[in-house]
């Protein structure tokens, strides 16, 4: 049987033969490569899990529990506003009706002056002028305690605010643009004004 020469390995050197300085040699496929390595070791760059730092996520009858007493007291609120309401609205209608009460007592005294000149019209007719003018001047002075005080004054300048005009005459004593005339007593001021006077004005040249 014939014998064929063995072939060198390219990888092993031949101690006839060395290999020339400089020249790099082929690496051996029995060494360790110098590549990363690639084993199963434990990773360094593995993410904490949702519950590593933030504890254990709330159950959900925490969260029942926390919505369930968020509603009590939204409830509990509305009621206390609506008691709010209703509150206020009694004193306001106790407010209104305490006020007409005063009003009305103090127009009680002009009713008993008025009852009186009627009762002595008929023993005196000529005094009832004088019981009426009494009876008017206490219901003015009735009316500007309240806060509405009486105007009626002539020769004052036009204002608006004041005085509606219902008439405009030709008067060459009074200067343009004044009252000449109060048709219709104002009484009150500004936002409390019950009525404005009605007047006549003089005319403008």
């Known amino acids: ?93 106790r407010e209104r009706t305490a006020e007409r009460s005063r009003t009305a007592a103090a127009f009680l005294p002009v009713l008993d002056n008025l009852e009186l000149a009627l009762t002595h019209a008929g023993s005196d007719p000529g005094a009832i002028v004088e019981g009426v003018r009494a009876v008017r001047d206490q219901a003015v002075n009735v ?14 300048a036009f204002d608006p605010a004041r005085h509606e005009v219902v008439g405009v005459v030709q008067d060459p004593e009074a200067p343009p643009g004044t009252v000449v005339e109060v048709l219709r007593p104002g009484y009150g001021d500004g936002e409390r004004q019950l009525r404005p006077a009605a007047v006549t004005v003089a005319k403008r040249e």
């Open 1 to 93: 049987m014939p014998i064929h020469p063995r072939e060198p390995d390219p990888a092993v050197p031949d101690p006839a033969h060395p290999a020339p300085e400089g020249a790099v040699r082929p690496p051996r496929g029995d060494l360790p490569g110098s590549g990363p390595p690639t084993g199963t070791g434990p990773e360094t760059d593995e993410e904490p899990g949702p519950d590593a730092a933030g504890g254990p996520a709330p159950s959900e009858d925490e969260h029942t529990a926390e919505l369930k007493e968020l509603e009590d007291r939204w409830r509990r609120a509305l009621a206390d506003l609506d008691n709010l309401r209703k509150r206020h609205t009694r004193e306001l209608d």
């Open 143 to 156: 009316l500007e305690l309240l806060g509405y005080p009486r105007h009626a004054e002539t020769g004052v």
